[in-house]
């Protein structure tokens, strides 16, 4: 590997950014780091043996002294390697990084430095913002964790090590996080080499078992950019593959070693929570688009690794992650049709049980029917808000969109719990904007029905195409309340269509289900969606994502 002289810069950050066959997107990373003035003394560019354009690229920043681009001559296989590099020829006490095809924020480096040095910090973590391209979608990685408007506690506060905020292990990104030089040399802490992916997982594990001071903000630092129809996936979007579970696999039981070794069992038995509350269901809800064969291989890869789970590390599992915990004990194989159907609807975001409702010999609620009967424990004691209750919705659109709700009983809670009304949020995934609508919940055969109507109007978007998700707040007779995702009853097919709004003004309109069986409700209106129609593009601005 060949490197440019080491420049003698009084700053005090090197930023790493690696790219491989990424000409298109790394100049845009490299200004951005440049972009964050003079703390970042050098940009180390380490180029992992790129046959396209990207040496050009970084060629065309020769006068710019701070970029110092390292050319490895033979492709390493993954991130961890390139990294390394790059922190191994860093002159800046703090270093930090980022990916090619992703973006600094503007104010990063100071925000973070000046929480590194005034909190005397050996690690410094800040938002990482997820954006959804081509859409512009955005949402914060890990809200429980960064995101205060959701609920997080920790932006603000000062760790020594996470032992007693286990809750961490949640946070396996490297690059929305300022280190000290001297703690990484000092532990001897360094990526895998080679192709090791997930490799992200096992440099935050090394970290968080040296237990450093650290600062957790709520900094804006870093734009993670999703391209989903990018030509080559990035690794954590490659879940069609089986070989990409074997490696998260892989990469999730060298983390719980690695806890295990520096003696923390604690922060170990929260690795393998994660891993069922987090790893697990995001997988197993995409189950049902695979083949037979990555189905098969992937309940018994999954099988062997959660049969190594420790008993504690389960019960702190929220209970739909310990109700899959137990079926995947219980059962040899995958389930097939409405049994998989249940499980892969339980993964949701928001679990959800869905009808029929199962019971063993002695009456008690199983997930799956026998003969391997798997209990649903706990689910007696869940309170109000935690019950997985099944809402299917039914929509009809014309000039008023109408959505038709049916809440399931689920083994007979939510009757004891009376319901008495519900509120509609339909959620633009673009924008975020939010529209309700509330209306009295009433009994029926298959439980409860209510009917909401919002004007078709307030739904569109000028100029661009509007999609929507649904949820569903619960009101119970004495005031406490449950969400649920407003899910489509007849699971993947759509239903498109044109249908005339006011004015005679053309709608495009179709209502889809998600992977998860997500209701989503997608509109264009007036010339935008004719010339759509007639250029041919309104089936791809349309496909399922």
């Known amino acids: 590997m060949s490197e440019t002289p080491r420049p003698q810069a009084p700053a005090r950050v090197s930023v790493v950014v690696i790219a491989y066959n990424d000409a298109a997107h790394v100049g845009d990373a490299v200004r951005s780091a440049l972009a964050q003035g003079e703390a970042v003394g050098e940009v180390l560019v380490v180029d992992d043996a790129s046959g396209d354009a990207t040496p050009e690229v970084l060629a065309g920043f020769a006068d710019e002294p701070r970029v110092r681009p390292l050319i490895r001559t033979e492709n390493s296989g993954g991130c961890g390697t390139p990294r390394n590099d790059g922190i191994g020829a860093a002159v800046h006490p703090y270093v930090l990084f980022l990916d090619s095809d992703d973006l600094l924020l503007p104010g990063a480096v100071d925000g973070l430095l000046a929480v590194a040095t005034g909190e005397r910090a050996d690690v410094v973590a800040g938002i990482c913002v997820r954006r959804e391209l081509p859409e512009g979608r955005e949402t914060v990685w890990a809200p429980s964790l960064y995101d205060v408007s959701q609920g997080a506690t920790l932006p603000g506060t000062v760790l020594d090590g996470i032992e007693k905020n286990p809750e961490f292990v949640l946070d396996t990104l490297s690059v929305n996080k300022l280190y000290r030089r001297d703690f990484l040399d000092r532990h001897a802490i360094r990526f895998p080499d080679g192709a090791f992916h997930y490799e992200d997982f096992v440099f935050s594990a090394r970290v968080q078992a040296a237990a450093p001071r650290l600062a957790v903000t709520d900094v804006p630092v870093y734009v993670w950019h ?114 998989l159907s249940r499980f892969v609807e339980l993964s949701a975001p928001r679990p959800r049980l869905v009808p029929p409702y199962p019971r063993a010999g002695d009456g008690a609620p199983v997930l799956a029917a026998a003969p391997a009967d798997v209990p649903l424990e706990g689910l007696a004691e ?126 495009l309109v179709q209502v889809v289900a998600s992977a998860r069986r997500g209701l989503v409700l997608r509109f264009a209106g007036g010339a935008v969606g004719a010339r759509q129609v007639v250029s041919g593009r309104f089936r791809r601005l349309f496909a399922m994502r």
């Open 226 to 339: 999703v391209r989903r129809q990018a030509a080559t996936l990035s690794i954590s979007l490659r879940r069609a593959s089986l070989a990409n579970w074997e490696h998260r696999i892989a990469a999730h039981a060298a983390v719980v070693d690695v806890f295990r070794t520096a003696g923390r069992p604690a922060t170990a038995r929260a690795a393998q929570t994660k891993f069922l509350d987090y790893d697990l269901p995001m997988y197993l809800r995409e189950l049902p688009q695979r083949t037979a064969a990555y189905r098969a291989g992937w309940w018994t890869v999954t099988r062997d690794h959660l049969t190594g789970f420790e008993a504690a590390a389960v019960a702190d599992a929220q209970a739909p992650s310990r109700w899959l915990h137990a079926a995947f004990t219980a059962l040899a194989t995958v389930p097939e049709g409405r049994e």
């Open 382 to 507: 869940l309170a109000p808000a935690g019950l997985p209750v099944a809402v299917d919705g039914e929509v009809t659109v014309g000039a008023s969109t109408r959505l038709t709700l049916t809440v399931h009983d689920l083994y007979g809670r939510v009757a004891a719990l009376g319901p008495v009304a519900v509120r509609v949020a339909f959620t633009e995934r673009v924008s975020a904007a939010e529209l309700s609508a509330e209306a009295p919940l009433l009994p029926t055969e298959e439980g409860w029905t209510a009917t909401v109507t919002l004007p078709t109007s307030k739904l569109l978007r000028a100029g661009r195409l509007a999609a929507w998700s649904l949820g569903a707040e619960l009101r119970y007779a004495d005031g406490s309340t449950g969400n649920a995702e407003v899910r489509a009853p007849h699971g993947f097919v759509g239903r498109r269509g044109m249908v005339l709004g006011r004015l005679g003004r053309v709608l």
